[in-house]
């Protein structure tokens, strides 16, 4: 059974290109979470999704950023226009359908590298 | 100050040395999660402690959680040089909040010396 995955790893973008990270859950999971982690510090959440439905976003910047998970495929995190503040790591994890709102377990992926110059 | 706030954010120990390291927060909680982190790797789930609980065993982990503290250590016994990485709490919200958000700590990064 395949874990969380996530490509590409690394990712390198020029300022004002736009980057895609994908994130493959585990089988059977159908919820998401994004998370950003810059340099020496803890996983800050920036949103959670349900198949075909964002959950909460509230820690989504406003601007250039947005993500999904369709029905059939991985999620998306899509960074437009990105600058060299949006250089970090992100992680996606995902957990299986539960019977509480609240999932308790969250298994992570290995996580993206963008670096923007 | 902001939620999960860890301490120490660094500490470095000899091999067979216990490790313990704390976290903080500021709001009700649902339960609350200890993960390892290898540097440059995904976060590992170590263990879950919920509200209602007050200690949790797990191998060589010992978690324990004072909600009218609002605080949880995590208590690595006998560490060995395979434990260095950091190690980050989190908190998930209660039922019925309206927010599914996992708040993170800043982490405490452990060396276990050989």
């Known amino acids: 059974n395949a874990g969380v995955m996530q490509n590409p790893r690394h990712l390198v973008r020029r300022r004002g290109q736009e980057a895609r990270l994908r994130c493959s859950p585990m089988?059977?999971?159908?919820?998401v979470y994004w998370y950003r982690q810059l340099p020496e510090e803890g996983l800050k959440f920036m949103v959670y999704l349900q198949k075909e439905n964002i959950i909460d976003e509230s820690g989504m910047p406003k601007e250039r950023f947005s993500a999904e998970f369709p029905k059939e495929g991985p999620s998306i995190l899509r960074i437009q226009q990105v600058v060299r503040g949006d250089s970090a790591a992100y992680f996606c994890?995902?957990?299986?359908?539960?019977?509480?709102?609240?999932?308790?377990?969250?298994?992570f992926g290995p996580g993206t590298r963008l670096t923007v110059t | 100050s902001q939620q999960g706030e860890e301490d120490p954010q660094a500490l470095s120990i000899q091999e067979g040395e216990n490790a313990t390291m704390n976290c903080s927060y500021k709001t009700s909680i649902n339960n609350l999660q200890w993960y390892r982190q290898n540097s440059g790797r995904g976060l590992v789930h170590l263990i879950l402690i919920r509200s209602n609980e007050r200690e949790k065993h797990s191998g060589r982990l010992r978690v324990t959680l004072d909600t009218s503290k609002k605080s949880s250590s995590l208590l690595i016994t006998a560490s060995r040089a395979a434990d260095t990485a950091s190690y980050f709490c989190a908190t998930a919200p209660p039922i019925g909040s309206g927010t599914y958000k996992y708040i993170f700590g800043t982490g405490t990064r452990l060396k276990v010396l050989a």
């Open positions: 994890a995902s957990s299986p359908v539960g019977t509480s709102v609240i999932i308790d377990e969250q298994y």
């Open positions: 089988k059977g999971h159908s919820h």
